[in-house]
């Protein structure tokens, strides 16, 4: 399971702070950081930003990051203008997140992950995430079907089956849809896509209760059905305690006990 770092974005009031002010230290220390901490890729969220300021908030966020550490960038963004701009300032490919089932947030981040050969994430929503797992595999159906066209497929393509609030009015409904979405896709699927989950969506505060505990043992189960890529805060100890020896249950980690200590 990879892990991506979702701690690079404007929801943080101190990131928020040091984009607004160009800080590249500060920018770079966090990158720097995410990566000692077991990061593989780094998803770049600037949040919204007016359009006669995107580019060089991109310019300044993209520059400091590549130069800052090797991970893989993640660019994330709800525009699909908004990403193709961000793109210019890139030196090494890096993903695009995020696109959804509606046609106009999803074909062009297709047409630009086809031109550029690039892998990007889709979400199995609308402008609205389906209740149940039927909803969310027909959409996910939908994207399958729409990146094949052209010439995406297997790992390319990467489904985020949408973790929602736990705490909301069904939020136990929502989880085990995406538990039975991420066990169903390689059997729908051929080749399969890889598959994301954005933790923070599950535990946010918005929901009106504080539900972190639930985060580690959800991204056990999610593992368990198949989750190849999990975004998370890569400096929350227990969730990154969890995934690392969810790699050593797959034979991809060596057990190392002193990896956990918990002091």
Not at 37 to 66: C, H, I, K, M, T
Not at 104 to 122: D, F, N, S, Y
Not at 123 to 146: C, F, K, N, Q
Not at 205 to 222: I, N, Q, S, V
Request: glycine share 6%.
């Amino acid at each position: 399971m990879l892990i991506a770092a979702d701690n690079l974005t404007a929801c943080r009031p101190s990131l928020r702070r040091a984009m607004r002010q160009r800080d590249a230290r500060t920018v770079a220390d966090l990158c720097r950081r995410t990566a000692e901490a077991g990061a593989q890729w780094l998803d770049l969220n600037p949040g919204y930003v007016a359009p006669r300021e995107r580019a060089e908030l991109w310019r300044f966020l993209v520059s400091a990051a590549e130069a800052a550490c090797p991970l893989t960038l993640m660019l994330d963004a709800p525009e699909p203008d908004s990403l193709a701009l961000a793109l210019t300032f890139c030196t090494r490919p890096p993903i695009l997140n995020m696109a959804t089932a509606q046609p106009k947030r999803l074909i062009p981040v297709l047409e630009m992950a086809a031109a550029h050969g690039l892998t990007l994430v889709a979400a199995t929503m609308t402008a609205t995430v389906p209740a149940d797992v039927e909803g969310r595999l027909s959409l996910a159906a939908l994207i399958v079907e729409e990146a094949a066209r052209r010439g995406i497929a297997g790992e390319r393509l990467i489904l985020d089956p949408m973790a929602m609030p736990l705490a909301l009015p069904g939020g136990e409904a929502h989880a085990w849809a995406v538990i039975s979405v991420l066990r169903s896709i390689p059997q729908i699927f051929d080749p399969p896509p890889r598959t994301l989950l954005a933790m923070s969506n599950l535990t946010t505060a918005t929901a009106g209760a504080r539900t972190g505990f639930a985060a580690a043992p959800f991204l056990a189960a999610a593992w368990g059905a198949g989750l190849t890529v999990a975004m998370l805060d890569v400096f929350n100890a227990e969730l990154v305690r969890t995934a690392r020896l969810c790699g050593v249950f797959a034979g991809q980690r060596v057990f190392a006990p002193g990896e956990y200590r918990q002091d």
